[in-house]
Every structure is written in C-alpha cells, then in structure tokens.
C-alpha cells in the first residue's frame, strides 16, 4: 500500500517569499500524484497533478511541483506567496493502474502574513 | 474533469438518528465513486470506494453497518450514516474516479447533537 508524508504541518511566511512544501510517498511502483488546496471553508481544489513526462509540472496560481523519483518526493513550490495562498495543502498519490485509490498526506497549513 | 455535487452541505442531527448524504456525478457517468472523512484540522481519510452496481468496499477500520452506501445509478451514491452519534460529526466528502485522477464534491458537513 502506498503512503504520504508531508513533513511541514504548518508554515507561516510573510507575502512575497519563496514557498516549498515537502512530500514523501512510500510505493514500490509507478505512481500519480497530486497537490490539492483547501482554502477556509471551501473545497478540494486541484493545484497540478504529474502522471508522466517533464518531471517539473507547473499548476494554477503560479504554483509548480518537481517530481525527483530516486527521492520519492514531490515538492510544491511558488516563488512568491501572496495572502490568498493561505490554505491548507495536501499532498496525494494514486497507483498507475490501479483504480484511482488516492492515498493523502497529512496535509501543511500555510498561513501567509501581509 | 467531473462536476460533483453534494446534498445536504450541512446537516444537524440529533443522536440516534440517521442521515443520508447524496453525492452526484453531474456531468460524467461515474462506475465508480468514493467517500472520505475529514476530521477538523486533519487529512482526507478514505471509507469506502462505491461501485455502481454492486457492494461497496470499505476500508479497515470503518464500520459497514453504520456507514451504509448505495450506488444504484451511474450519476449517485449515497452514504447514509446510521443511528448517529457526536463522535460521527466530520466532514464528510464525495469524489468521482475518472481516467488517472479523482474529481471532489464540496463535502457535507455532519453535526450530532
């Protein structure tokens, strides 16, 4: 079965710095993966997603993620956060093949300060 | 993509009752449907996977008598929570499974009184 760890429960930065949020998954096989947002009180939101190709994907809002396999990580970042990018963010993974299993990690609260 | 509702988007209950949530595919005819939990300040931890058609798969740990799921057409499931108590209030949220990747409703929030 696969796993997810995000290592970063809550990060708090001051608008216009640099944002990275770690994520580790554990699984023996060819993966999807995915970040998603949830802003307060709102719903899942999909950030990007990586199936296969150019390991550097870029999603919505400026935000991109670099898949490293020989490090099982994807690593969100965003060069300059702004005060709307307060949110919780999850990082998720499925098995290519399987059924759309999606595993989530523990989820990072960002929280950015004007 | 997929468009996903859900109904109600916040219900209050009082314990010892059951409550019934529907989650619809609304643009894309669904074989297969999921539901998850969310605690306050925690992740998205999957129940049960609904397949259309036939039995739901839960998984370890959640109680299939007491999380009930009906997947009878290809555009709804539902998750009805029986026999209600406060420790089952939780965000509870739909997706719909399509190609590599899930599409999520906007969840249902579950108070018990």
């Known amino acids: 079965a696969q796993s997810v760890s995000q290592h970063n429960h809550h990060v708090i930065l001051s608008e216009a710095a640099s944002l990275e949020l770690g994520c580790n998954y554990s699984?023996?096989?060819?993966?999807?993966l995915f970040w998603y947002v949830q802003y307060p009180g709102q719903h899942l939101q999909l950030l990007l997603k990586y199936f296969s190709g150019d390991p550097l994907v870029k999603g919505i809002k400026g935000f991109e993620a670099e898949f490293i396999k020989s490090k099982f990580s994807f690593n969100l970042r965003k060069p300059s956060v702004q005060w709307s990018d307060t949110a919780e963010y999850f990082c998720a993974v499925n098995a290519e093949g399987g059924y759309q299993k999606v595993t989530f990690g523990t989820g990072t609260k960002l929280q950015v300060i004007p | 993509g997929a468009v996903v509702s859900q109904h109600p988007s916040r219900v209050i209950c009082k314990s010892g009752t059951s409550v019934k949530i529907e989650c619809r595919s609304l643009d894309f005819q669904a074989t297969t449907m999921f539901w998850y939990r969310q605690f306050p300040k925690q992740s998205l931890m999957l129940m049960a996977t609904s397949n259309e058609g036939s039995k739901a798969t839960y998984e370890q740990g959640v109680e299939k008598d007491k999380f009930l799921i009906n997947h009878a057409s290809l555009t709804l499931s539902t998750l009805t929570v029986t026999s209600a108590h406060p420790e089952d209030s939780s965000f509870y949220i739909c997706s719909v499974g399509r190609g590599r990747e899930q599409f999520f409703g906007p969840g249902t929030r579950l108070t018990v009184l």
């Open positions: 699984y023996g096989g060819t993966v999807n």
